[in-house]
């Protein structure tokens, strides 16, 4: 591949290498060169590589690689592709597109994106934590302890590589009670990362089975790259009108050869 150009995104700190595919250009990135791209020492540096492209029945298509090439959903990546497919001329100020989950939709405003995800039927109970889907599978812990006295990547890869998990992998946040300052730990980065959108979602519709909070519920998690909110309806175990809302904005731009 010869040299193309590209875009640095991020939203609250997990950041993305934004890629216009509008003439298929990207269609044969295979996962050695998405690793490449995404490595922070001889590459771009990024947590996810992004594809943007038109759809015939929706505004756009985003496809999410993360940095060891698996795909998967990304909510803070899907923020980040709805403000890059602004700038393409593909949204407006509200749009639909199809992601590896499903179709989204998104409003734009200009300083966040609010972003509609999947409902969500069940967040189960697990010797005191929780796992749900929210796009990508999530195991949340819940603390009362100081969250700087958490060590995320021990207590993440302790809980990613367990026999329960350690084949398709999870995502493992760490939230305090009172604060809802969290951590992430994600699988395909394998590493902290200082911000999930969907692990932000999940916390939140934990947080609201943990204390049976029912009805409309908006919730403000603190992630170590700023703040994100969730809103939702929670009605026993359906999880619906879910918004992730928060910032996503360019970084830079260049060129880069593969």
């Not at 699988?187 to 519709?205: F, I, N, P």
Request: hydrophobic share 35%; glycine share 10%.
């Amino acid at each position: 591949m010869k040299k193309f150009n590209f875009y640095k995104y991020q939203g609250t700190g997990n950041d993305f290498v934004m890629l216009d595919n509008t003439h298929g250009g990207f269609d044969a990135l295979t996962n050695e060169q998405i690793q490449k791209i995404s490595h922070r020492k001889f590459g771009i540096g990024c947590d996810g590589v992004i594809l943007v492209m038109p759809h015939d029945k929706y505004d756009f298509e985003m496809r999410y690689y993360n940095a060891d090439g698996s795909r998967s959903f990304c909510g803070n990546g899907a923020r980040a592709a709805v403000r890059f497919a602004e700038f393409l001329g593909l949204a407006k100020e509200e749009c639909s597109f199809l992601a590896i989950d499903g179709v989204h939709t998104a409003k734009i405003f200009p300083n966040e994106i609010a972003l509609a995800m999947s409902p969500v039927n069940e967040v189960n109970e697990t010797e005191g934590n929780y796992v749900c889907d929210t796009g990508s599978p999530h195991y949340i812990k819940f603390t009362e302890d100081a969250i700087n006295s958490v060590d995320i990547v021990a207590y993440g890869k302790e809980v990613r590589y367990n026999d329960t998990y350690k084949q398709d992998g999870i995502n493992v946040n760490v939230a305090n009670t009172s604060t809802l300052e969290m951590l992430t730990y994600e699988r395909g980065v394998e590493d902290e990362t200082l911000s999930c959108g969907t692990g932000a979602t999940a916390v939140a519709l934990a947080y609201a089975k943990k204390f049976d909070i029912e009805g409309p519920v908006a919730l403000n998690l603190k992630v170590k790259g700023g703040l994100l909110q969730v809103a939702f309806d929670r009605k026993g175990e359906e999880y619906t009108n879910i918004q992730l809302i928060g910032p996503a904005v360019e970084v830079f731009r260049g060129e880069y050869e593969l």
